[in-house]
């Protein structure tokens, strides 16, 4: 299977275990907001989820709970971070923003709901005994607080009214939260499900999550608004600092590639048990949304 063909098949895994959980919820406007709002996207975090696991020797089937979980705190980012309090975003994922299309109230309680069930999902017996599922919720609790995305948003908002533009140093603290957080989680989770050490995972991520930012900042260029479905050139149009403007396109372009070569350096010990995986990070940097 190409990676491409992979990549959808494990969304469509993710997609329906999202389905399942919401079938219980009712027809009530916060929970259509919650169903609009994991509906599409590439589910990449998933995804990782997934591969981690497969890469332990646990089925897909078995590990699918911690994929829809991550994607639903994902999706809470997304319509929060849309808010006309945060970015103020009328487009996402080629589609109106969950604000736009009900109302900021809808967006705010459905992101809250969201979140919430992401923990709920990771009590699934599934995905092992009850000190696993620990592991798992106390992990994704600290990546997506105050030590992690929070603080990764937090910083990025303060970024927009300081008065001297972040230096390098500095993005990388703010997007090491922000977005590297929660593909640490991602990667990591397999092995925390099968018992297996996480390191070679956690270094593969943090350097992942960095070249998918790197990558979001050179699209936020170059890229296509109807292809990205979202609105492009916002950091510019804020004088916000970027690893574009602080490196230029081709040293951004350079830092990307060189991020991609150390999340392959860190799967080294897989073999070529990791191939979907390298392929991942290849896609990462790649990719035109």
Not at 10 to 21: C, E, H, I, S
Not at 171 to 198: C, H, M, N
Not at 230 to 235: F, M, P, S, Y
Request: proline share 3%.
């Amino acid at each position: 299977m190409s990676f491409p063909a992979l990549l959808a098949d494990r969304a469509g895994l993710v997609q329906t275990r999202l389905d399942q959980a919401l079938a219980g919820f009712g027809q009530e406007p916060v929970v259509e907001a919650m169903r609009y709002a994991v509906r599409g996207g590439k589910r990449l975090r998933g995804f990782l989820v997934l591969e981690g696991a497969a890469l332990h020797g646990i089925d897909p089937a078995q590990a699918v709970s911690a994929a829809a979980a991550i994607e639903c705190l994902h999706a809470y980012s997304l319509v929060h971070d849309d808010l006309p309090c945060m970015d103020d975003d009328a487009l996402r994922r080629g589609q109106p923003t969950v604000h736009v299309k009900w109302d900021e109230a809808t967006a705010v309680l459905a992101g809250d709901a969201l979140q919430t069930l992401a923990f709920d999902l990771l009590c699934d017996p599934a995905l092992g005994n009850a000190e696993t599922r620990l592991r798992l919720v106390a992990g994704l609790a600290q990546a997506s607080g105050a030590g992690g995305m929070v603080l990764g948003q937090a910083l990025d908002m303060a970024a927009e009214t300081a008065t001297t533009p972040l230096n390098l140093d500095q993005i990388i603290r703010l997007q090491a939260g922000k977005t590297g957080a929660l593909f640490e989680w991602s990667a990591q989770a397999g092995a925390v499900i099968a018992g297996a050490d996480p390191a070679p995972l956690r270094q593969y991520a943090t350097a992942l999550g960095l070249a998918f930012q790197v990558a979001d900042d050179i699209l936020d260029v170059t890229g296509d608004a109807a292809k990205a479905g979202k609105r492009l050139g916002k950091d510019a149009d804020a004088g916000k600092a970027t690893f574009v403007s602080l490196l230029g396109l081709e040293g951004a372009t350079q830092r990307a590639a060189d991020l991609v070569a150390e999340a392959e350096a860190a799967l080294a010990p897989y073999g070529d048990s990791a191939r979907t995986l390298i392929e991942a990070a290849r896609f990462v940097i790649a990719r035109e949304s």
